[in-house]
């Protein structure tokens, strides 16, 4: 075989082990993903930590998380949320209502202007999802998104199929 073909067969071999390997799939589409959401999100005060915080809201709207709940969704630090849930109010984006049962805590609710935001960000998210999963049909573009909910379902119970 000549020296090119083996380079190419190498490289062939070397793309399929990564085609399959998760964590390296996961990483390039998180990478991808998070820089689109970052530049969509780059007017909010806090970025894109304010988008999965719109996005938890819009998700709630029923029932009106508290602070501390809202923290423990999103993942962040209590303080941290308390200072973003500040710019965010501050920019007219949420309200903060004190709590009926327990007037320590307070209930954060989304805004007509938060939705607003929210529906502009996820457009362009939308925009830059279709581009990256371009190669899939439509079929499989939905049933990429389901696995992906699955997935993501049980890694936020932190069950790893023990």
């Known amino acids: 075989m000549p020296p090119q073909a083996r380079g190419r067969a190498s490289d062939s071999a070397k793309c399929t082990a990564l085609d399959n390997d998760l964590t390296w799939a996961i990483r390039m589409i998180s990478m991808a993903l998070r820089r689109v959401a970052a530049e969509a999100a780059e007017t909010l005060p806090g970025g ?5 915080v719109l996005m938890a809201l819009a998700e709630a709207e029923d ?3 508290t602070q501390l709940e809202l923290a423990g969704q999103v993942g962040l630090d209590r303080t941290v949320m308390t200072y973003l849930l500040d710019d965010l109010e501050g920019r ?3 309200l903060r209502r004190p709590n009926p049962k327990d007037r320590r805590a307070r209930h954060v609710i989304l805004t007509d202007e938060g939705r607003s935001q929210l529906l502009r960000i996820r457009t362009e998210l939308a925009a830059a ?11 499989q573009r939905a049933q990429f998104r389901d696995l992906l909910a699955q997935v993501a379902l049980t890694a936020a119970r932190g069950s790893h199929g023990d």
């Open 63 to 65: 029932k009106p998380p």
């Open 48 to 52: 894109s930590r304010a988008y999965l």
């Open 129 to 139: 999802e279709s581009q990256l999963l371009v190669e899939l049909s439509e079929q």
């Open 92 to 94: 007219g984006l949420l």
